[in-house]
């Protein structure tokens, strides 16, 4: 089962730096349709997005507008998720993200909501890319 809803995101915010956090920002927008094969067994009755899915929406998301200056990066793991409402067909999800240099790589905190309020925050780590030898 794939999910249809990753390869509609579109970028609502440039990448910038941002002058007071010396980190850089980007704005996404994912539409949710009713058509999302998740739907099926999530809940039949009273359809919601799995929150695997807002969180795979914003490592995508996060991966296409990476710092300029961090260079190749690899995924390292999830610092924190936190769901706060739920997500159904038909939603929005308006993710911003912000990236943030860490002393071993770095931090990209994201926001996400629906025109319903906050839906999830979600900061996820990354590191520098090793070449292989």
């Given amino acids: 089962m794939t999910s249809t809803v990753l390869a509609t995101a579109r970028p609502v915010r440039e990448p910038a730096r941002d002058e007071t956090s010396e980190g850089w920002t980007a704005g996404f927008a994912v ?4 058509h999302e ?4 067994g999530h ?7 799995p929150g695997v899915c807002v969180l795979e929406c914003v490592r995508r998301a996060a991966e ?5 200056e961090a260079g190749e990066l690899r995924f390292a ?3 924190s998720t ?3 409402s739920a ?5 929005e999800l308006a993710i911003d993200v912000t990236w943030s240099r860490r002393a071993e790589g770095w931090r990209c905190s994201a926001k996400v909501a629906t025109a319903r309020g906050r839906a999830a925050t979600v900061r996820l780590s990354y590191r520098p890319e ?3 030898c």
Avoid: N
């Fill in 31 to 34: 539409p949710v349709t009713e």
């Fill in 37 to 40: 094969p998740v739907f099926a």
């Fill in 130 to 132: 090793v070449a292989a």
């Fill in 43 to 49: 809940y039949p009755d009273f359809p919601i997005f």
């Fill in 87 to 91: 997500v159904h067909p038909g939603d």
């Fill in 82 to 84: 936190r769901f706060l």
């Fill in 64 to 68: 296409s507008a990476p710092p300029p």
């Fill in 77 to 79: 793991a999830v610092e």
